[in-house]
């Protein structure tokens, strides 16, 4: 079955450090997403990628950086210029065209920094 | 710029009984689709219900409905006959083509259903 897969689901990072999320998806998607989820914030945009090779930045991009080599794979560092980096972080995917604009998720990583 | 708003942090409901969730949102495109997620304790996001902004119909999923008012840019959900698996988070988001072309979440209801 297609899906998004993240990866690792829990995740530990010392402070000074850059840690990368990774987030595969199998769905032959064009777009993809790296939401972060803070208690009573919601979902907040870091990056966008509609095509392979390119990537803009979200409402919250500072401290983040992303790629986009392959279409099935969106990975998101998280650096050590992001102050509060403990969140929980999502990611997504859809088509770029047709009606059909509904996003599928990733089930997510927890990162905390210890 | 495109928002989302979610005035009620927390709701609850009896079992079978009726809720609504607001959500007011606004942007610029005028080509735009609205939807309802819900987040169980897994944190799982699963799609309750889309509805396109050009579409005058509400949409309806089950026991889940709209109310869409585009004038007022008011979109609520409304859960009918509640089930204990109905209780999670539920978010209220706006996708916006064109150059806005990403998704926003409003902050979240998280909803208790009450046996």
């Known amino acids: 079955d297609g899906g998004i897969t993240q990866s690792p689901k829990y995740l530990f990072r010392k402070e000074g450090q850059n840690v990368t999320l990774s987030c595969e998806q199998n769905l032959n998607h064009d777009a993809m997403y790296w939401y972060r989820q803070d208690p009573g914030q919601g979902l907040r945009l870091i990056y966008y990628s509609q095509i392979v090779n390119d990537f803009q930045k979200g409402d919250i991009a500072e401290g983040y950086s992303v790629s986009r080599e392959k279409k099935e794979s969106f990975p998101l560092t998280v650096t050590s210029a992001q102050k509060n980096p403990t969140a929980f972080y999502l990611c997504?995917?859809?088509?770029?065209?047709?009606?059909?604009?509904?996003?599928?998720f990733g089930s997510g990583t927890r990162l905390t920094v210890v | 710029a495109q928002t989302v708003t979610q005035s009620q942090p927390e709701m609850s409901v009896q079992e079978a009984e009726t809720v609504t969730l607001s959500c007011t949102y606004d942007?610029?495109?005028?080509?735009?689709?609205l939807f309802w997620y819900k987040q169980p304790p897994s944190r799982q996001m699963i799609l309750v219900i889309r509805?396109?902004?050009?579409?005058?119909q509400n949409a309806t999923e089950n026991r889940f409905s709209v109310n869409f008012q585009k004038a007022a840019k008011s979109f609520s959900l409304k859960i009918s006959d509640s089930q204990l698996g109905d209780a999670a988070m539920y978010f209220c988001?706006?996708?916006?083509?064109?150059?806005?072309?990403?998704?926003?979440f409003g902050t979240g209801t998280l909803l208790a259903v009450q046996p």
């Open positions: 509805q396109e902004a050009y579409k005058q």
């Open positions: 942007t610029s495109e005028s080509d735009y689709y």
């Open positions: 997504a995917s859809r088509m770029r065209t047709g009606s059909n604009y509904g996003y599928t």
């Open positions: 988001a706006c996708y916006g083509g064109g150059a806005t072309n990403k998704l926003i």
